[in-house]
């Protein structure tokens, strides 16, 4: 079995090294890069093609958020794990919208962290509890809305199994679970998924999620 490629986003060289020598414990995990910012961080995914980005937030040259952006645009297939101290409502959401599949808080245990990230490499999401709670409160508050007709001024058209699998993605199933409840093809789910995404304009399964909440009959 292939490892999963790591790179380590994080300005500080201590905490970077730390979680470099934790990480390469692991027998299915290969540290292939570290960088101090965002900048070094897109222009090492660039060259070593990693699959999951560790990426902090507050980073000179070019923050997390940016940096999660610009490699989630480049490299899709790369799975970004937001890691950072920062809890505000806009920096989680902005971190969200700009791609990245999971969010936690330097507090999260190491088990925590491990789990994330082979998680995301199966298309789960992760949230260390402080930002659930945040993300459950913005599905609240979509909810207590009107439904939307539209996204961005554009009709959104989902057929009955893309809204099924729609609200399975919401209540944070992964591909795996999908697949199960729905007795389909585990690769099936993944185009359904894709197909979603771009029809809803999401970075992410967490922004789609979020989405779902407004879109989703009552």
Known sequence: MD?????????????????????????????????ADGVEAVEKARARRPDVVLMDIQMPR??????????????????????????????V???????????????AEEKEILETIRGVMRGETNMSARIATKVISEFRRMKAQTLPASIE????????????????????????????????????????VSRILDKLHARSRTELAIKAQGLLKR
Not at 14 to 19: L, T
Not at 79 to 89: E, G, I, K
Not at 99 to 107: F, I, N
Not at 154 to 182: C, F, H, M, P
């Open 153 to 192: 001024g554009e009709t959104v058209q989902l057929t009955e199994r893309e809204e099924s699998i729609l609200a399975l993605v919401a209540q944070g199933d992964g591909n795996k679970e999908i697949a199960r409840k729905l007795d389909l093809a585990e690769g099936t789910v993944k185009n359904y």
């Open 93 to 107: 959401f902005d971190a969200i919208a700009a791609g990245a599949q999971a969010y936690l808080l330097k507090d």
């Open 62 to 91: 070019m923050n997390g958020i940016a940096a999660t952006r610009t490699i989630r645009q480049e490299r899709p297939q790369t799975a970004v794990v937001v890691l950072t101290t920062y809890d505000t409502d806009d920096i």
């Open 3 to 35: 490892k999963i490629r790591l790179l380590i986003a994080e300005d500080h060289q201590v905490v970077r090294r730390a979680f470099a020598a934790m990480l390469s414990l692991e027998p299915d995990i290969e540290v292939v890069a570290e960088a």
